[in-house]
């Protein structure tokens, strides 16, 4: 059974970066796309950034735009997510998952159908 690991996160202060990963065990498995989703409490989740697999195509959330980037590397079935310039409002547990149907709309956090158990970024003031 493929398995979504992801590490990385911790505290920084804002205007500081981390870089997530996400790994997978298990085996080798294809998907669609590919993204980080994060949530703050209270707050509903928000899908960060995808990733396309076959295009490599990325698409950003406007509060992270230019300060995040998403990667993969397919060698190391590792995705990623550099962050910097980070701001208190960015505190959340951060997600990986990843969409393994064909022609999912990647936009709509539903078609995930495989998550990792999230990894914690705290970004003080």
């Known amino acids: 059974q493929v398995q979504l690991v992801e590490s990385g996160g911790g505290s920084v202060q804002a205007g500081g970066s981390l870089r997530l990963s996400c790994t997978t065990s298990?085996?080798?498995?294809?998907?669609?796309?590919m993204g980080w989703i994060r949530q703050a409490p209270g707050k509903e989740r928000e899908g960060v950034a995808r990733?396309?697999?076959?295009?490599?195509?990325?698409n950003y959330a406007d509060s992270v735009k230019g300060r995040f980037t998403i990667s993969q590397d397919s060698a190391k079935n590792t995705l990623y997510l550099q962050m910097n310039s980070l701001k208190p409002e960015d505190t959340a547990s951060y997600y990986c998952?990843?969409?393994?149907?064909?022609?999912?709309?990647?936009?709509?956090?539903?078609?995930?159908?495989?998550w990792g158990q999230g990894t914690q970024v705290t970004v003080s003031s």
């Open positions: 298990g085996y080798t498995f294809s998907y669609y796309c």
């Open positions: 990733i396309y697999n076959r295009s490599g195509n990325t």
């Open positions: 998952a990843a969409a393994r149907n064909y022609g999912s709309n990647c936009a709509d956090l539903r078609v995930y159908n495989i």
